[in-house]
């Protein structure tokens, strides 16, 4: 089993749509998480941080289930400007240090 | 704008060579993360520095080294290139050791022959 899992999608949605990506981890004493959205070509940019109480920045809702070892990212109003992919971060703590592991990203593409 | 910049754009390399590659981080950070995304996949994790020392490192061999200077900007080095190491390098800068958000470069897109 990987150690961070996404559906690589595409996700073609309309204009509008909601949307929700998942993002499993395999390692239980993982102890941050992120989403990063990429577009072609270009790099990473930080989406935001997801916390245990989850969080929101505007469209965009993150949330975090430790139990189920799954973070999530909510996608309201859908605009065309979202055609992105959206990668999942997850840090663990090994040897002192800690290992950012990505997932490999779910593609969105948002149409008129 | 991160801030965080890299250089050079784009490379060739031919199997065998060595190749350098330099990441100015953003200002106020003290850690610097390399990446190698190969295409369709999400960005590996190579290693980090922290205070010019390594602070962690990712499944791969020796033959890929860094530095970090006393300005927080830092090299990833390759030996002995080989095909597969044809992708996107990234570096991330980040304040501390990196539980913390990072800031990613635009990245180097190596090519080896």
Known sequence: RKEVEQDPGPFNVPEGATVAFNCTYSNSASQSFFWYRQDCRKEPKLLMSVYSSGNEDGRFTAQLNRASQYISLLIRDSKLSDSATYLCVVTGASGGSYIPTFGRGTSLIVHP | ETGVTQSPTHLIKTRGQQVTLRCSSQSGHNTVSWYQQALGQGPQFIFQYYREEENGRGN??????????PNYSSELNVNALELDD????????????????????????????
């Open chain 2, 86 to 113: 044809s992708a996107l390098y990234l570096c991330a800068s980040s304040f501390k050791a990196s539980a913390n958000e990072q800031y990613f470069g635009p990245g180097t897109r190596l090519t080896v022959t």
């Open chain 2, 60 to 69: 791969f061999p020796p033959r890929f080294s860094g530095l970090q200077f």
